[in-house]
């Protein structure tokens, strides 16, 4: 259901466009906690990237660079943090706290060595959601392909019974289900690097994470992969923007497909958005390439609807663009 609502929340607003602006040329530059970026559209952190090309998060960060943009490492990369910062440009870490303080104050002492610019806390993960498809085909990681990050102690792997997987049990075994507010202090202590909270959706708790110091709040719902029926991420934007007010900037992800679903999310507040699936599909489908290809269709939807917007640049995206349907 919450993977139908991110795509439909979309459907139910249309653009109220500007005429006669004189625009001669549109820039989709933008930038995101200080961060130049060309394209208001990040790389969200997802995991496994060797299950849809050899050369998996290396090849997603190369295409992030070459379009001028954020590319967000997941803690369940296939790949070293060091391996696939060598070929990043800007980028953030993702990061999981894991049950044990000592591997998640390592993973960020490397992150922060490795060169990247903030880390993204995903907070909706206090145990795995039920991802019924993977239960069906018996999901597990092909022989060859591994997490480098995420292998649970010796012995802890939990049996994952009739229902579950293994990759969901390793997951429940690994990550601190007992994190709390209070947690986010020590985490900023580790570094000097900007903290986001990724998978926030009540107003409330998003400001809580700006009284905790987070420097930006991701609204999502994991692209509809934890709660099923939590609510669209673009529907729980307009309440965090407002309760947020300008003292920290708001990103949004899940379902965004097209030039005008970004259009949409930043007339409804959101600083940029990331996008999560549509990663993989490229990758799939071509590697470095694809993935490039995936960011270049978004970048020349997204020019092309500003100018017919009557508009120059993101930054000029503005409420008055958005009416409901
Ligand atoms: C296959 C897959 C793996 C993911 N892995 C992670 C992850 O490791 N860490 C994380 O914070 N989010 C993860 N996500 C969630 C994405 O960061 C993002 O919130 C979501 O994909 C956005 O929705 P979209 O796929 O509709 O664009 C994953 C999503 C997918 C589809």
Redesign the pocket.
Known sequence: MTLRA?RAAFDRWRLLPRMLRGLSDVSTATSVLGQAITLPVLI?????HRLCHDEGERAAARAARAAGTIY?M???ATFAIEEIAAEAGPWWF?L?VYRDRGLTRELVARAEAAGASAV?V?VD?PQRGRREAEERIHFAMPPGVATALLAAPEGTCVSTGASGTAVAAEINAVFDPTLTWHDLDWLASLSPLPILL??ILHPADALQAVAYGARAILV?N????QLDSAVAALDALPAVVEAVADRAEVLV????RRGTDVVKALALGARAV?????I?WGLAMGGESGVRHVLELLRAELALDLMLCGLASPVEVDRALILPA
């Open positions: 991110n969200a952190p997802s995991g496994r967000t997941s803690t369940a993702q999981y993204v995903t993960v990724k998978g999502s994991h692209g509809g992969r992800d899940g379902g965004v990331l996008i999560g699936r549509p993989h």
